[in-house]
């Protein structure tokens, strides 16, 4: 076998022993194997809330009023009589709809202006980034009140908020990002190649320097559909009946001292979804560093 046959064969030997090594180190941890199935069952609970329950999230019942957890009602019933674990099931594709929404957003538009800022660098690297450090300057929270206050409640409102939230960050980590791998020995190899600037941005800086990127917007859904619950849970989302994790917990807190349940069941799955996202997120990325040449 010539050299160039064994460098053309090492690529597509080594795929099989990477996911190979992939599903073993999955394996081997436990947390990281939990947190999977935990998101498999979140959004299989989104895509088809059928499969976990067969009831009517907005079905009252008089006679059922303020239930326990049980094996009827596994998180027990509202002051209206409705199942909360059927409301719970339900608000699911609305809560990760939003968060999903609000990180796409964020991550276009961010990576997109970071890529234009590390790539012409200059006067319009500095211009934009003296917006995203004024974008930075400012309060989130602030941020999102006035945006969700011009646009009205809603949990789309609330995911578009975010995502203009999430800009400046995706922005900055982008545009480190690209000058990093610009300065790189493979990148400046390109040079003497014949590769032309376009094609080497294309082909060696962006496929790298998006790794990062993609890894942070990982860990970013987990802090978004926390994000999303805590603005619902203040009344800016969906209007009630809609369920919603965070209207869910805000409709219990009435009953908190009697009722807990009715709080920290739908918090509990809140909590385990972020948590459960994050721990995927770092294990995307400290995976990151692989370089495509």
């Not at 594709?93 to 609000?102: F, G, N, T």
Request: proline share 4%; aromatic share 6%.
């Amino acid at each position: 076998m010539t050299t160039l046959e064994a460098t053309a064969a090492t690529p597509s030997s080594g795929r099989p022993r990477e996911r190979s090594g992939r599903l073993s180190a999955l394996l081997r941890s436990p947390g990281l194997l939990a947190a999977y199935l935990w998101v498999a069952v979140i959004l299989a609970a989104a895509i088809h809330p059928g499969l976990f329950t067969s009831g009517d999230p907005l079905r009252q019942d008089a006679s059922q009023m303020l239930l326990a957890p049980g094996l009827d009602h596994l998180f027990g019933t509202d002051d209206f009589g409705r199942d909360q674990f059927t409301r719970a099931v339900f608000g699911t594709r609305l809560s990760l709809q939003a968060a999903v929404v609000a990180v796409a957003i964020g991550l276009v538009s961010g990576s997109l202006i970071g890529l234009v800022a590390g790539a012409l660098r200059g006067r319009t690297d500095s211009v934009l980034m003296r917006i995203i450090d004024i974008m930075l300057a400012v309060p989130s929270l602030i941020v999102s009140l006035a945006i969700i206050s011009a646009l009205g409640r809603g949990t789309l409102n609330i995911a578009v908020a975010i995502g203009i939230n999430s800009t400046a960050g995706f922005a900055r980590l982008m545009r480190s990002e690209v000058l990093k791998v610009s300065n790189a020995k493979y990148v400046e190899a390109s040079v003497f190649a014949g590769h032309g600037y376009v094609r080497r941005l294309f082909k060696h800086v962006v496929p790298n320097a998006s790794r990062s990127v993609l890894a942070a917007a990982t860990m970013d859904i987990g802090t978004a559909i926390l994000t999303v619950a805590a603005l619902s849970f203040l009344g800016l989302g969906a209007p009630p009946p809609t369920p919603e994790w965070g209207l869910l917990v805000a409709e219990g807190r009435t009953f908190i001292g009697v009722q807990w349940w009715l709080s920290l069941l739908p918090g509990l799955v809140i909590v385990l979804t972020v948590l459960a996202v994050y721990r995927i997120g770092r294990s995307f990325n400290r995976g990151r560093t692989r370089v495509v040449a």
